[in-house]
Each structure stands twice: as C-alpha cells, then as structure tokens.
C-alpha cells in the first residue's frame, strides 16, 4: 500500500476529532483524562474548556493514532499503554492459560480444526481480581479512543504465543450463513500488544487493500498488510463496514513466532451493547 503516512494527532473534543494539529504550551481550563496515559500533551497550548457533559466526560482527551488501512478500517495507536499495565496484564494471566478454541462452524470439530489456532489464552474481565486496576481502566481508554461506550465490549482474551505458535486468517465476525442468525455482532477488534517480539509474530491483514477481498490463502503471511507487535501499542480494525455489514478486507491472522515470546490482549467491541457500561469514575490503583 507504499509508504505509511507519519504518525497524526487525534483529539477528541466532545465528539469531534482535531486531526493532525500539533499545539504548543500549557493547556488551562480542561480537567485531565485521568485513563489516559498521555495526559493532554497533544493540546498543550490551546485555550480550551470542556463544556459541561450529558451521559459523557468533563475532560478533554487526545491519543496519538496512524491510519494504516480503510480497507478494512484500520488504526494504530502508540505506546496506548505503559509497560507496567502491560506487565500487569500478563501476570494477571499466565496462571489460567489453556489451550486456545475456536467457534465452530456447523459440521466443524475441535481435531479438525486443531491447528488453525496454537496459542495459549485464557478470558479476563471485570470480576477478575486486579489489584492494580488496570483491567477496567485499559478499557475505559479503549472506550475513549474507538468512541464506543464500554457495554459493547467483551472481556479480554489474553493470548501468549511460544516458538512456531500461530493463528491461520480468519474472522471474528459470525457469518449467519455459517452461525445462525447472531442478536449482536463483532464490530472491532483491539489487539493490545503486552511484549515486543524479537522476529515473527506479526498479525497480518492479507486482503488489506480495495480489491482484495477475493484472497483466500489463509495460511500466508507473505500478503497484505503486517503490523509487528510492539509492547503497549494497539492496533484497531473494524470488521464491520459503517452500514453494519462484514466486511471481507478484516480477515486477520497471527503469524508464527519465530524468536521470542507474543503476549497480546484481544478486546471484541459488539455493535450493540451486551452488558452494563463501566462508571467513569477511576477508583482504582494505579499501575
């Protein structure tokens, strides 16, 4: 797709975005995103005032992010996280790690299927002890960042990938031809890098790109777009297109490790909501 643009600046401001503005100097007047690792850096300068919220928050926020891709939709966001949240997660973890599963399709069996995914995960959410808080507050950020309220979204999924571990393409959507007819679906998936991996690793987006939505070699790693992991970045892409339909370019794999060690935590954000949404108020430790 040649030469990724540089890394922009996106503010949200009560709903609307401020791309790509750089300011300098001290911002007044605005409370601090307390979820929000990287304060409000972004905005320094301008003179701005949060106005008073309705069901939203009395603070400004900003996340550096890097359109990769609009087909599928595809964001990165940097250093999202900070290596004590990402620590804090993986040692949350390790203890209840299985073997990974898949949602099976209609015919479909657990041998069959048993080397499409590799990895070792185990489910963590809000009832999962946390004495650092990081859970909930990793994905009221989320929430910020995407601009969907956190009753959307799943519980993490907390994935560890060893030497030659994978995950052949697929989607996280749920075809109705293939499933049944789903009351919700998966809109977005959040993939938070935990560790940087010394060669390998990559989630691939093999039919990144208009026109490629015809590939179907679900175990190359060689097409497309690749995104290396690197601890604390996110990557975003929606699986869904704005008319609520799938679409075919979010196809996404993991490819084998080859040196080191892949900790990743996938986030699934539904289209409608699935549960209560957590409060703003942060009454947590911090990490």
């Given at each position: 797709?040649?030469?990724?643009?540089?890394?922009?600046?996106?503010?949200?401001?009560?709903?609307?975005?401020?791309?790509?503005?750089?300011?300098?100097?001290?911002?007044?007047?605005?409370?601090?995103?307390?979820?929000?690792?990287?304060?409000?850096?972004?905005?320094?300068?301008?003179?701005?005032?949060?106005?008073?919220?309705?069901?939203?928050?009395?603070?400004?926020?900003?996340?550096?992010?890097?359109?990769?891709?609009?087909?599928?939709?595809?964001?990165?966001?940097?250093?999202?996280?900070?290596?004590?949240?990402?620590?804090?997660i993986i040692k949350i973890a390790e203890e209840g790690l299985q073997r990974s599963q898949l949602s099976l399709r209609h015919g479909e069996t657990a041998e069959q299927t048993a080397n499409i995914r590799t990895s070792d995960g185990v489910f963590v959410g809000?009832?999962?002890?946390?004495?650092?808080?990081?859970?909930?507050?990793v994905e009221r950020r989320i929430a910020d960042a995407l601009r969907v309220p956190t009753s959307h979204f799943e519980d993490y999924n907390v994935l560890r990938y060893k030497h030659g571990q994978h995950y052949y393409s697929h989607m996280d959507t749920w075809?109705?031809?293939?499933?049944?007819?789903?009351?919700?679906?998966?809109?977005?998936?959040?993939?938070?890098?935990?560790?940087?991996?010394?060669?390998?690793?990559?989630?691939?987006?093999?039919?990144?790109?208009?026109?490629?939505?015809?590939?179907?070699?679900?175990?190359?790693?060689?097409?497309?777009?690749?995104?290396?992991?690197?601890?604390?970045?996110?990557?975003?892409?929606?699986?869904?297109?704005?008319?609520?339909?799938?679409?075919?370019?979010?196809?996404?794999?993991?490819?084998?490790?080859?040196?080191?060690?892949?900790?990743?935590?996938?986030?699934?954000?539904?289209?409608?909501?699935?549960?209560?949404?957590?409060?703003?108020?942060?009454?947590?430790?911090?990490?």
């Amino acid at each position: 797709m040649g030469k990724a643009p540089p890394l922009a600046t996106g503010a949200s401001l009560n709903g609307q975005t401020l791309g790509g503005q750089t300011l300098g100097g001290q911002t007044r007047g605005a409370p601090v995103n307390k979820h929000d690792p990287h304060g409000t850096g972004a905005l320094s300068g301008a003179v701005l005032e949060s106005l008073p919220p309705g069901e939203g928050h009395d603070w400004l926020t900003t996340y550096p992010y890097q359109i990769l891709s609009w087909h599928p939709k595809a964001v990165l966001f940097p250093n999202f996280m900070t290596p004590k949240e990402c620590d804090a997660i993986i040692k949350i973890a390790e203890e209840g790690l299985q073997r990974s599963q898949l949602s099976l399709r209609h015919g479909e069996t657990a041998e069959q299927t048993a080397n499409i995914r590799t990895s070792d995960g185990v489910f963590v959410g809000r009832d999962t002890p946390d004495p650092t808080g990081t859970l909930k507050r990793v994905e009221r950020r989320i929430a910020d960042a995407l601009r969907v309220p956190t009753s959307h979204f799943e519980d993490y999924n907390v994935l560890r990938y060893k030497h030659g571990q994978h995950y052949y393409s697929h989607m996280d959507t749920w075809d109705p031809k293939e499933f049944g007819v789903q009351e919700t679906n998966r809109m977005v998936t959040v993939l938070l890098y935990l560790t940087d991996v010394e060669k390998g690793g990559e989630t691939v987006l093999p039919r990144e790109g208009e026109g490629n939505e015809g590939f179907s070699d679900y175990q190359s790693c060689e097409h497309g777009l690749k995104v290396k992991p690197r601890k604390g970045y996110a990557l975003a892409f929606w699986s869904l297109t704005d008319a609520g339909e799938i679409d075919p370019h979010a196809l996404h794999g993991g490819c084998p490790v080859e040196e080191g060690t892949k900790w990743v935590a996938t986030k699934w954000v539904r289209n409608k909501p699935i549960r209560g949404a957590l409060p703003d108020d942060d009454d947590s430790a911090q990490a």
